[in-house]
């Protein structure tokens, strides 16, 4: 039972256009999400969070929208760079679970062309 | 950097052999966990500790333990390795909502 998903494996997008990313998840107890970029040979890195009082959160480059209704999050990136190109997980957890672990997505792979 | 360091980064070993991945901290985080990444799966969670001596089974616990000592090391045993624990292991630390990765290990088991 996959409770988060990401479709797409792969994005392709051009330098300084608009890269967005969808997670989608199943277990409505979910109340907190997160993106991570993650480079080849180096571990997960924390990129942005949202939770589910929340439908965007803005960091710089980074926004991340959630539809609570749908159950569907995206994360945007404008404008994208070439040193975004990274494989990008999202990550959900909910307060009430033991040990507020964390359920990931199976990744997609951003390639930011120049 | 959330202070954590993973020991070996890479280890090649046998089918049986026993093996054992360390996780230390720096910064006396209560949570620690245990993932492995493999193509098409994301991220697992394999166990966790919620404070020394208190540890938790994740989704893919079978054939894995884990010990915590002490607050700053989390330890992750394979008693017995097989092929199919060939991964890359991840070890965690939470700071409030947040958990924050360590470079990971890579696990080679012939």
């Known amino acids: 039972d996959q409770q988060v998903k990401q479709n797409s494996p792969s994005l392709s997008v051009q330098e300084g256009r608009i890269s967005i990313l969808n997670c989608d998840y199943t277990n409505s107890m979910f109340d907190y999400f997160l993106w991570y970029k993650k480079y080849p040979a180096e571990g997960p890195t924390f990129l942005i969070s949202i939770s589910s009082i929340k439908d965007k959160n803005e960091d710089g480059r980074f926004t991340v929208f959630l539809n609570k209704s749908a159950k569907h999050l995206s994360l945007h990136i404008v404008p994208s760079q070439p040193g975004d190109s990274a494989v990008y997980f999202c990550?959900?957890?909910?307060?009430?679970?033991?040990?507020?672990?964390?359920?990931f997505g199976e990744g997609t792979q951003l390639t930011v062309n120049p | 950097d959330a202070g954590i360091t993973q020991s070996p980064r890479h280890k090649v070993t046998e089918t049986g052999t026993p093996v054992t991945l360390r996780c230390h901290q720096t910064?006396?985080?209560?949570?620690m966990y245990w993932y492995r990444q493999d193509p098409g799966h994301g991220l697992r969670l394999i166990h966790y500790?919620?404070?020394?001596?208190?540890?938790d089974k994740g989704e893919v616990s079978d054939g894995y333990s884990v010990s915590r000592s002490k607050t700053e090391d989390f330890l992750l045993t394979l008693e017995s390795a097989t092929s199919s624990q060939t991964s890359v292991y991840f070890c965690?630390?939470?700071?409030?909502?947040?958990?924050?990765f360590g470079p990971g290990t890579r696990l080679l088991v012939l």
């Open positions: 500790s919620y404070g020394v001596k208190d540890t």
């Open positions: 910064e006396n985080h209560r949570y």
């Open positions: 965690a630390i939470r700071n409030q909502e947040t958990q924050y």
């Open positions: 990550a959900a957890s909910a307060k009430e679970t033991s040990g507020s672990r964390l359920t």
